[in-house]
């Protein structure tokens, strides 16, 4: 049976790539087969002869670009040096901190970039070249875009129900900014904010807030030691030193006594020079006030310390006192006392005003007393001195229950407290 010969049909689309002039751009074997009255015809007939013509203006933009493109080594060299240097460029941002830690925080000006690009190239393709998730990309949209009206830092309630509610973070702001606090740090002041019940919240996550606030506070910052000597019990240890404060031209000597394992400042004594009988009167009334046995009594070499007066003192009651110098009958050094030394006058004297001696003498005795009794300490786990040398701690389960507990209200209180953006 003889087939029947088909007739040849052509492509619409290379019936307007003849029409437009782009028949360059048609493979010279399809080109080389087409009637020369076919190509006549198609030159000289209408656009609008066909229904949705004018999608072909937009193809043949992009096929020019794509052609121009493709015909100009430079430019293609050009692009993939671009995308070489974007390349290097992202991998040293994303392997250093600090470079990272300044890309990240950028996320308003890296949202526009994606927003305005988005179009030609789409999110997904702009967030990879940039080098962040679709689920960051989207977290950073909520945080930035959508303002909450209940929220202190403006996040939605509703998405982020964990926040810290916004009287939480009031609270710790009243705290952090506070006359009385001044004297403390960050730690003390946190768990004091959790032994009260104003602010339960992990000690990592007061530290967090605390940074976003922006509140600055004095620090203190010193080289690392290693740990010093460590009591096992109250009055198992003692620590005495003498610092010197100057006042209106003058110097004075305050000489301290601490117990090592409470850090309980047991005795004190400011004077116009530094003498043996001072610590030795410190030392006996608290050698009578608490009774300590078999105590190792921490000094430095210093003749304050070793002299007729207190040599006397320690011989009487040798069953009771080992004396030992930092560093020469032990390998430790009497770092703790010299600690307390930093912060009696760093976190407390030069913060307040001191005029003359009875002012000053006033100031020692109000600083002592609250590192003793008020201040929680973070090295105590939040307990003051005076708790652990009295053998009265801090409930720390009640604490992590008070915690959890503190957890739900802000949960509850973020998902009740939601704007109509939450929404």
């Given at each position: 049976?003889?087939?029947?010969?088909?007739?040849?049909?052509?492509?619409?689309?290379?019936?307007?790539?003849?029409?437009?002039?782009?028949?360059?751009?048609i493979?010279?074997?399809?080109?080389?087969?087409?009637?020369?009255?076919?190509?006549r015809r198609w030159k000289e007939e209408s656009a609008e002869k066909y229904e949705g013509f004018e999608l072909n203006k937009v193809a043949n933009q992009q096929l020019e670009l794509l052609q121009q493109y493709a015909n100009n080594i430079e430019q293609q060299k050009n692009f993939k040096a671009y995308l070489k240097i974007i390349g290097v460029c992202r991998k040293i941002i994303h392997s250093h901190k600090t470079l990272k830690k300044v890309f990240l925080e950028s996320k308003e000006e890296l949202l526009d970039v994606v927003q305005k690009v988005s179009p030609a190239i789409g999110i997904k393709k702009a967030i990879k070249m940039i080098g962040i998730s679709s689920t960051t990309y989207y977290h950073w949209l909520i945080q930035t875009k959508v303002k909450c009206e209940f929220s202190f830092f403006e996040l939605c309630?509703?998405?982020?129900?964990?926040?810290l509610s916004k009287p939480e973070i009031l609270k710790i702001k009243k705290l952090l900014t506070c006359e009385e606090f001044k004297f403390w740090p960050i730690k003390s002041i946190a768990y004091y904010a959790a032994r009260t019940n104003q602010v339960n919240i992990h000690l990592s996550t007061f530290y967090r807030y605390v940074h976003l606030l922006g509140i600055k506070r004095p620090l203190f910052k010193k080289p690392p030691q290693k740990v010093g000597i460590r009591a096992n019990q109250v009055h198992e240890i003692w620590h005495t030193d003498v610092t010197e404060i100057p006042l209106n031209g003058n110097k004075y000597y305050l000489h301290l006594l601490m117990d090592n394992y409470s850090r309980y400042i047991l005795g004190w004594k400011l004077e116009n020079k530094k003498r043996g009988s001072t610590l030795k009167k410190i030392l006996a009334n608290a050698l009578s006030q608490y009774q300590p046995n078999r105590m190792i009594l921490l000094v430095d070499g210093?003749?304050?310390?070793?002299n007729h007066d207190v040599n006397n003192l320690v011989g009487k009651h040798a069953d009771r006192i080992k004396r030992l110098i930092a560093g020469k009958d032990i390998d430790f050094s009497n770092s703790m006392v010299e600690a307390l030394n930093k912060i009696v006058k760093n976190r407390y004297l030069y913060l307040l005003e001191s005029p003359n001696l009875n002012a000053l003498k006033d100031n020692i005795a109000f600083s002592i007393n609250n590192y003793n009794t008020i201040r929680p300490h973070g090295s105590l786990e939040g307990n003051t001195p005076e708790e652990i040398?009295?053998?009265?701690?801090?409930?720390?389960?009640?604490?992590?229950e008070s915690r959890l507990e503190a957890r739900k209200v802000r949960i509850a209180y973020n998902r009740i407290n939601t704007c109509k953006k939450c929404n």
């Open positions: 049976m003889q087939s029947i010969p088909i007739r040849k049909s052509y492509d619409t689309s290379v019936k307007h790539l003849y029409r437009l002039g782009l028949d360059k751009l493979d010279s074997q399809l080109s080389a087969g087409i009637h020369r009255s076919n190509i309630n509703k998405v982020y129900p964990n926040q210093g003749r304050e310390n070793i040398l009295t053998n009265q701690p801090i409930n720390q389960n009640q604490l992590r």
